[in-house]
């Protein structure tokens, strides 16, 4: 199995901020923007300058089929005037038009005022002054010729496609360059630059009765440079040419399984699975903005409702959840939130009790009193300088055990039961609370010893149900950050990519559905 990364693995060396984007004109637009706005009588004003740079490749059976490599420069102006937001963007990057957009903004806030029946004040936050922040990657793929990333992410889908027992490949590499400037009436101004990078490859397998069997990489996304797909375990990285050797024969044993005897099994569930899971049931349920139904319109509420703080059992003794935004090489992990809030760590969920939520200035002022706390933590995103902040996910992660067992000492403790290795499709309620998950690939268990794969396998329970039966949790060993690219939420709609840590987890008594006689088949 490739190697997994431990939570506490160190930083890259640093690398700096790209000079074409410090060549912006920064702070000519921030004087002429944060003036106006003063003149204009603000409580509060932020301008955030941005430059995206998003490629992707597309492979069919070895081939490059789309090609991609595009950014995007703008910048945004979000004032408080008389208690209401206003919000204005803009691509032209000159004085002429910040002083523009942020008059925009302002006459926004006083159109919506008659309609806002609910002042907006903003939790305190330390002056963060001249601020820059990098994340912790080694080669910025952008650094890369393309002819190098098509040669090799294209010579793995070939070298899978070699094998006797698979008959097509589909691969993708997406990676990103992001770069932000904020600056706020405060004297906050940060400066970051953050890389991330995805590459998913997929086997199918098709049988002479027309049927088929896909199988794809578990290596997760993660917020490194090029030296993922190339660096290999040694330095931290993943072993695609590893995984890639044993796709063929885990396929063929797939395809040739028993499907799944529905009933209630025991289950080891790996972090390349359970990472989806805790997104759905602990990462959504637990931003503030949904559990206060601001999200029910898009992406549906939370059952983790603000009064139930300090007193839901979400799960075992065992289940320690937190959010952060430090976290080495997640999606998810900055210096500063897009509201100048530095970034940190605190806790979710400690010992099965829900303590926390994820918050941004505006929701940490107004439900100080009964969070308990008087500052945001950081939760502020936007994806595009055309798109207000609104609260986004941290890495919400399960911790290890300290000096727990492995993978392979919780399979020695279950007489009947399922092992789960990486993520597929999921569907969940409108309260994040009754769910089902997939994977790709499911292997029995008896009497503690792995004994063949199953199909057609899908876990279900209520959320608190299933964090509930938790009762095995690994050591750092087996820990490992997954995650995704495109995480949804808002309206107009917005994706950000966020991380997932978790152990190899064992959970007692869990509901297990067929999947082709729920289908009908």
């Given at each position: 199995m490739p190697t997994a990364a431990s939570p506490t693995a160190s930083r890259t060396p640093p690398q700096e901020v790209d000079p074409e984007f410090l060549a912006l004109p920064r702070a000519a637009l921030t004087d002429a923007a944060l003036q106006t706005a003063r003149d204009l009588g603000v409580s509060h004003a932020d301008i955030r300058i941005e430059r995206l740079r998003d490629g992707s490749l597309s492979f069919r059976d070895g081939s490059l089929e789309t090609s991609h490599d595009g950014s995007t420069v703008g910048f945004a102006v979000r004032v408080v005037h008389e208690g209401t937001w206003g919000f204005a963007a803009g691509v032209d990057l000159t004085t002429d038009e910040a002083v523009r957009v942020t008059r925009e903004a302002v006459e926004i806030a006083r159109v919506a005022r008659p309609l806002n029946t609910e002042p907006i004040e903003l939790a305190d936050e330390p002056v963060h002054a001249d601020a820059t922040w990098v994340s912790a990657y080694a080669v910025n793929p952008f650094a890369i010729d393309t002819r190098e990333k098509v040669d090799r992410v294209g010579g793995l889908c070939r070298t899978l496609l070699s094998a006797?027992?698979?008959?097509?490949?589909?691969?993708?590499?997406?990676?990103?360059?992001?770069?932000?400037?904020?600056?706020?009436?405060?004297?906050?101004?940060?400066?970051?630059?953050?890389?991330?990078?995805l590459c998913q490859i997929e086997a199918t397998r098709v049988d002479p009765g027309g049927g088929f069997e896909?199988?794809?990489?578990?290596?997760?996304?993660?917020?490194?440079?090029?030296?993922?797909?190339?660096?290999?375990?040694?330095?931290?990285?993943?072993?695609?040419?590893?995984?890639?050797?044993?796709?063929?024969?885990l396929l063929a044993?797939?395809?040739?399984?028993?499907?799944?005897?529905p009933g209630r099994y025991d289950l080891v569930i790996d972090p390349s699975n359970l990472w989806l899971t805790i997104h759905e049931s602990v990462g959504h349920a637990t931003e503030l903005d949904r559990a206060l139904g601001y999200e029910a319109a898009y992406a549906g509420t939370s059952f983790a409702t603000l009064d139930k703080l300090g007193n839901l059992r979400y799960g075992s003794p065992l289940m320690n959840v937190t959010g952060d935004r430090t976290a080495p090489h997640g999606l998810a992990t900055i210096g500063y939130d897009d509201e100048g809030v530095a970034a940190s760590r605190w806790d979710i969920v400690h010992a099965g009790t829900l303590v926390g939520f994820q918050l941004d200035r505006r929701m940490a002022a107004a439900n100080a009193e009964r969070l308990g706390v008087s500052r945001s933590n950081g939760c502020a995103f936007a994806d595009s300088p055309g798109h207000v902040p609104i609260q986004r996910m941290a890495n919400v992660s399960l911790?290890?055990?300290?000096?727990?067992?492995?993978?392979?000492?919780?399979?020695?403790?279950?007489n009947r039961g399922i092992y789960i290795v990486g993520d597929k499709s999921w569907s969940i309620d409108m309260q994040r609370y009754n769910f089902q998950f997939t994977g790709q690939r499911f292997y029995e268990i008896r009497k503690g010893r792995i004994v063949g794969q199953l199909r057609d396998v899908a876990y279900q329970a209520t959320t608190t149900d299933f964090w509930g039966?938790?009762?095995?949790?690994?050591?750092?060993?087996?820990?490992?950050?997954?995650?995704?690219?495109?995480c949804g939420k808002g309206q107009p709609g917005q994706v950000a990519a966020v991380s997932h840590g978790a152990p190899s987890t064992l959970f007692r008594g869990i509901n297990i559905l067929n999947t082709r006689h729920e289908a009908g088949r």
């Open positions: 006797a027992d698979v008959d097509h490949v589909d691969g993708h590499l997406n990676e990103v360059l992001e770069n932000k400037y904020y600056a706020d009436l405060s004297g906050t101004s940060t400066t970051q630059q953050r890389v991330r990078l896909t199988m794809r990489t578990i290596a997760p996304p993660a917020g490194r440079g090029w030296e993922w797909l190339v660096s290999g375990p040694a330095a931290g990285c993943w072993d695609w040419d590893a995984e890639i050797e044993t796709i063929p024969g044993e797939k395809a040739k399984a028993s499907s799944v005897e911790q290890p055990a300290a000096g727990g067992p492995s993978t392979e000492d919780l399979i020695s403790g279950v039966a938790l009762d095995g949790l690994g050591g750092e060993q087996t820990y490992l950050l997954g995650g995704a690219m495109n």
